[in-house]
């Protein structure tokens, strides 16, 4: 079975920093790597989310309106609710994963903030704002950073990324956050610390364990089996008014790095460009491979690396198609699910969406072979569908066929 992501790293690199005790990274000397490679100040944090929250409470004003995305990952959406601030969510482009720039109500002189989740290869690098955001957040939860994109942060921004799992930065647990103000990003640390818990030995113990344990179940021989017992989490089903303050947040909010996730966070740092051009290869190999195929919607072509391979197609088909992939041994995922607690007849784009998205299989270990076999598997299954339903075809092309990318 081919896995829909895996962590970077194979099980001997866990063990070696595991067992090589000498070699410790503090909190201070992994912040002092990221921010030397990206040229930026890098505060480490226990979650995106706190940092997002964080954000927002260091710089925004009380009339500050936030807006973010409705198509993203709903701890994000959770973030900016707790922030305490007024936000404002904003639908997808027609055809794409990002905000639609013409809906964004930065024109009408409100003082605003915003958080842009960046995703499948799709960038704001290019978005050009009628009125400058007071903080603009960078979400690159579902890419791999650059210095190239870093280097558009402005006094103003700051750039999160994620080490949890499905991350391409996956380490254990864990953030970080990069800004080009010092005291913003040591005004983000302060309130790290006065909100995280101690660690201890059991704490260091259990994560390695889970990370051992999830590292060894991504294999490719135990993945089939090991992916059975799965947690599949569900989002609320109404929005949490709980969400409006500190109470019950998750322990992703408290809890500390541990060595650990330090030493497997540098681990990936120093294979950063490997692994960048690794996705970018296969990438490349899947737009070949599936360039023109008639039911399928391909990401944008893209010189950013993606999390997933991520295409859209017929939403009353994507049961089907992932059925019959898994049966093909290829694991997929639904990123991101139209969250239930808003309306599909308000958000008309990221509600479409939503229900069409399919995530391949893309990390950095992944070989051409494999690309080959999933691009091959899914024509087949395509194909199979379409002979056992006549009226399927139509409904196949009813989405947009996308060029072959250019050499």
């Keep these: 079975m081919i896995p829909r992501h895996r962590p970077p790293f194979a099980i001997s690199a866990v063990l070696r920093a595991v067992l090589c005790q000498s070699k410790t990274v ?15 100040h890098a505060a480490l944090l226990p979650s995106a989310r706190a940092g997002i929250c964080w954000a927002l409470r260091s710089v925004v004003r009380p009339e500050t309106v936030v807006i973010g995305p409705v198509y993203t990952c709903q701890v994000v959406h959770e973030a900016m609710a707790r922030s305490g601030y007024q936000f404002q969510l904003v639908d997808t482009e027609r055809n794409g994963f990002l905000m639609d720039p013409k809906s964004i109500p930065a024109e009408n002189g409100e003082r ?15 978005y050009r704002f009628a009125v400058a955001p007071e903080l603009k957040i960078i979400d690159t939860a579902m890419t791999l950073p650059t210095k190239h994109l870093c280097e558009r942060v402005k006094h103003n921004d700051c750039i999160v990324m994620s080490f949890g799992i499905g991350k ?13 103000a010092k005291e913003f990003a040591d005004e983000i640390k302060s309130r790290r610390d006065a909100n995280l818990r101690q660690a201890d030995v059991l704490l260091s113990i259990r994560r390695g364990v889970e990370i051992g344990l999830r590292t060894l179940a991504h294999a490719r021989g135990i993945y089939r089996y090991s992916s059975i017992f799965r947690k599949r989490p569900s989002g609320p089903e109404t929005f949490p008014s709980d ?14 790095t541990t060595y650990l996730d330090r030493k497997l966070a540098i681990y990936n740092l120093e ?25 399928l919607a391909l990401p944008r072509t893209s010189h950013y690396a993606m999390s997933h391979y991520t295409i859209r197609v017929p939403a009353h088909l994507r049961a089907s198609i992932q059925t019959a992939l898994r049966r093909q041994g290829v694991d997929t995922g639904t990123l991101f699910k139209f969250p239930p607690y808003l309306s599909k007849d308000q958000y008309a784009n990221a509600g479409r969406i939503g229900g069409e998205v399919l995530n391949l299989p893309l990390d950095a270990s992944l070989t051409d072979m494999e690309v080959d076999y999933v691009s091959d598997s899914l024509i087949r299954c395509l194909s199979e569908i379409s002979t056992e339903g006549g009226y399927i075809d139509r409904d196949l092309q009813s989405l947009p066929r996308v060029q072959q990318l250019d050499q």
């Design 112 to 126: 605003y903030a915003i958080v842009l989740c960046e995703m499948y290869g799709e960038s704001y690098e290019s």
């Design 243 to 256: 969400w409006h303050n500190d109470k019950n947040a998750s322990e992703e909010w408290r809890m500390p």
């Design 271 to 295: 294979h950063s460009v490997e692994f960048y051009d690794q996705r970018i290869n296969l990438a490349n190999r899947y737009q070949r491979n599936l360039g023109g195929v008639v039911g």
């Design 26 to 40: 503090s909190v201070e000397a992994l912040e002092n790597a990221y921010g030397e490679l990206f040229g930026l």
């Design 168 to 180: 391409c930065l996956y380490s254990g647990f864990g953030g970080l956050m990069l800004s080009r």
